[in-house]
């Protein structure tokens, strides 16, 4: 790989734009990387139990989400990017969250990675619009996560790069499924 950069910055030099093909330019701000590619291929309910206490008027809540997403890095070096997380909401409060650690994205390649959230009930069932939500049957939730790391050429330029998703999902108690997910995406180097 060291071999394919230092090739590609020897055609480069001189700002000769023509003759830079490839995922990174040399211009006049430096080095160019690809942005990388954030894809939620599914949101699942990998668990859910729901029961009633009338008599307190409260709702027992134990939901489990499983999403499964894939980060593409375009460039033709690796990216290594840091510790984040997962994250659930429910109306604007996080509620659960899922460890995604640190790794690295090979060149050209895309990473897979299954996340399961738990939702933490007791933050989900002090929002007073919770038992009306299952009493109506369906709970609006959200479902995120950020990625942020570097793409290091010749181990002297390190560019930053990060990407985000953020889903709005809908919970179905009767049936126990999840409706088409809406996502957001966004990249930012």
Do not use: W
């Not at 460039?75 to 659960?96: F, Q």
């Not at 959230?117 to 950020?146: C, E, H, Q, W, Y």
């Amino acid at each position: 790989m060291e071999q394919q950069v230092q090739e590609h910055l020897r055609r480069c030099a001189g700002g000769h734009r023509d003759h830079c093909p490839g995922d990174f330019d040399i211009g006049p701000d430096g080095f160019k990387a690809k942005k990388l590619v954030i894809t939620v291929n599914s949101v699942n309910l990998k668990d859910l139990d729901v029961s009633f206490d009338m008599v307190r008027m409260k709702a027992l809540l134990n939901m489990t989400v499983d999403v499964d997403l894939s980060v593409r890095n375009p460039n033709k070096v690796g990216v290594d990017y840091t510790d984040t997380s997962a994250e659930l909401g429910y109306r604007g409060e996080p509620i659960g969250e899922a460890p995604i650690p640190a790794g690295r994205i090979s060149a050209d390649s895309t990473e897979d990675m299954n996340i399961a959230a738990t939702v933490m009930a007791d933050r989900m069932l002090s929002n007073p619009r919770t038992f009306s939500d299952i009493m109506g049957g369906v709970l609006p939730m959200t479902a995120s996560t950020k990625i942020s790391g570097k793409v290091s050429i010749l181990s002297v330029f390190k560019i930053h790069v990060k990407s985000a998703v953020s889903c709005d999902i809908n919970v179905f108690i009767s049936n126990r499924t999840i409706d088409d997910h809406q996502c957001k995406y966004e990249t930012k180097l």
